[in-house]
């Protein structure tokens, strides 16, 4: 086979395989590319995976010893969906929001909504009792499943907000209603009939920005689904651009294990959406350990691993020290943050079957975005790659929405039907992000001739801690909540380990001192841990302000870590 250009494959792939034909559509007033004869939503996503599961008999889902098959996963959706309508009395359209860890009743639940009609509300494990105060209020739901941690914080919530909470897991038998006994009690295990539209709400995922409570991100059936469509398409166009030899074994069946929280993108959209048109199996990891995560690789012949970068460096050294270079797995990706360039060659060379992959998406893209892997990524390892195709338009815009040329600094901006329906309850907000069908993503970066795109700053105020986005207002409103602080300025660290942790530099009352420690200390029930600053500066002198009066939190941080490194 003579091997063409990623442009050739893909316009031979989607003129020639029907599953991936595109045409054009109106969505909300706005011409956008899409994939005309995918399924239109989750539930018809979850019955097209049939057949690429062995019509339901392989082994679909792994946590902790326990296992079921596609059949068993699709049967338990379905009797939890009718429970829902049944007992809980949950309609097309109503709320329902999801507060646990990675266990398989989530991935269950994601889908048991979506068969209803239903919006998934995907709450923040790490939440306190006031952050999760806030998004529900936000939401409106009203029916939360929890695990048992999740529902001691929401307990202190349930008469003020009227919730009707339901244990699982670990969270059964701490609430009236229990997970289980809901599914367990269901009429029925066929899919339940309800019209739903491509273009209904399927979720809100809150995800931080510059404001200081996060912002509900609300995504529809169509968005999701030609996100997933996108991914799917790599696998098929990659073969046509790197052929593969006449005697190469025949690839092995996906396997994901799934090491990112899953009220995220990373791992909701392309590893468990994804997983169900692909045939994939899912193993899913209690808490994440590296050493278990190569042990689980390497026993459960796992091909594809995708986490934040400090997950893949960690990963690293732990198979190293095992002696362990994972053969089986062919796809090594990060999301959530930038890995560090000097880590790709390493990783490339301990994991020698594997590609090394790199992505940007947003969950207002529903994680579709830009990408590379393998060769290209080596040869590049500070880019973040090129845009997915085929459905997604890309341009670089000036602060007045212009389009700058190649290799000059602008802003990230798409177009396509992946993009977010708006932020709930946020309508200022979704205009000034949302122009046109054009999302204005904050990022700024640099697209070269051959369409590869290089980020290189962010114009919002965010930290990104292990690929968990911090809003810097969010940790400066907590900060002020301390007595003896006048003002505080929160600002990015940079850290080996996480990529960057966050920093924090307040005005002190006259005579008051305070430690990081003393800090934390405050702070715990306020803010969620991974937000708490894990550096700390502070002074009794007015924080440095700018030409307009207002704090000038890049100097601020500049001079901090002037201090640290002359400390070092």
């Known amino acids: 086979m003579t091997a063409m250009t990623p442009e050739q494959a893909v316009r031979h792939v989607t003129s020639t395989n029907p599953t991936f034909a595109l045409h054009e559509v109106d969505v909300r007033g706005v011409t956008v590319k899409a994939f005309k004869n995918i399924p239109p939503t989750l539930p018809g996503l979850l019955a097209a995976g049939w057949a ?19 059949a ?79 529902i001691a ?51 809100i995922m809150y995800s931080s920005g510059t404001t200081g409570h996060p912002k509900g991100v609300v995504q529809t059936h169509r968005g999701a689904v030609n996100a997933v469509f996108s991914w799917l398409m790599q696998s098929v166009i990659a073969p046509l651009i790197d052929p593969p030899a006449p005697d190469a074994p025949a690839a092995p069946r996906p396997s994901a294990l799934v090491v990112t929280p899953l009220f995220h993108v990373t ?22 350990d590296a050493e278990d995560a190569v042990r689980l690789m390497r026993d459960n012949d796992i091909t594809r691993f995708l986490g934040v970068p400090t997950q893949s460096a960690e990963l690293m050294e732990a198979a190293k020290r095992m002696g362990e270079t994972l053969p089986m797995m062919d796809y090594l990706g990060a999301g959530g943050a930038k890995r560090p360039a000097a880590q790709v060659a390493q990783l ?84 000034e992000t949302l122009k046109d069908g054009w999302l204005r993503t904050g990022d700024l970066g640099v697209l070269d001739d051959d369409g590869y795109v290089t980020i ?38 940079p850290d080996d380990r996480l990529g960057e942790a966050v920093g924090a530099a307040v005005q002190l009352r006259a005579g008051a001192t305070l430690t990081r420690d003393g800090l934390a200390a405050f702070l715990d029930g306020h803010l969620a841990k991974y937000k708490i600053p894990a550096h700390l500066w502070c002074q009794h002198d007015v924080l440095t302000r700018g030409a307009t009066d207002k704090i000038d939190r890049r100097a601020i941080r500049t001079a901090c870590l002037d201090k640290q490194e002359a400390q070092v």
């Open 456 to 493: 290189l700053d962010r114009k919002k105020n965010i930290i990104i801690r292990g690929g968990e986005n911090i809003a810097c207002l969010d940790v400066e409103g907590a900060l002020h909540r301390h007595p003896d602080v006048l003002e505080a300025a929160a600002f990015s660290v």
């Open 72 to 150: 068993e996963f699709t049967g338990s959706v379905y009797r939890l969906a009718h429970a829902m309508q049944d007992q809980l009395g949950l309609r097309q359209g109503d709320r329902v929001a999801i507060a646990m860890r990675n266990y398989p009743e989530l991935l269950i639940l994601v889908l048991a909504i979506s068969s209803i009609g239903g919006v998934v509300v995907f709450v923040n494990a790490w939440w306190t009792t006031e952050e999760l105060d806030y998004a529900l209020r936000d939401s409106e739901a009203k029916v939360i499943f929890a695990d048992k941690s999740r």
């Open 153 to 203: 914080r929401l307990k202190p919530l349930q008469d003020t907000l009227g919730l009707t909470l339901i244990g699982a897991r670990d969270g059964e038998g701490e609430t009236a209603l229990d997970f289980s006994a809901l599914r367990d009690g269901a009429r029925s295990d066929q899919a339940p009939a309800v019209p739903i539209d491509t273009d209904d709400d399927f979720a």
């Open 267 to 288: 791992a909701t959209h392309p590893l468990f959406l994804l997983s169900l048109p692909a045939g994939a199996k899912i193993t899913l990891m209690y808490k994440w």
């Open 52 to 70: 690429q599961h062995g019509n339901g008999q392989l082994e679909y889902l792994a946590y902790e010893g326990e296992s079921l098959t596609y």
């Open 348 to 431: 490339a060379e301990t994991f020698p079957n594997a590609g090394v992959a790199t992505g940007w998406g947003m969950t207002e893209t529903n994680a579709l975005g830009i990408g590379m892997i393998g060769d290209d990524y080596k040869a590049r390892p500070e880019s973040a790659g090129k845009l997915h195709p085929p459905v997604q338009e890309l341009r670089m815009l000036d602060d007045d929405g212009n389009d700058v040329p190649n290799g000059t600094i602008g802003e990230i901006t798409v177009k396509g039907p992946q993009i977010m329906r708006c932020y709930l309850n946020k309508p200022e907000a979704t205009a």
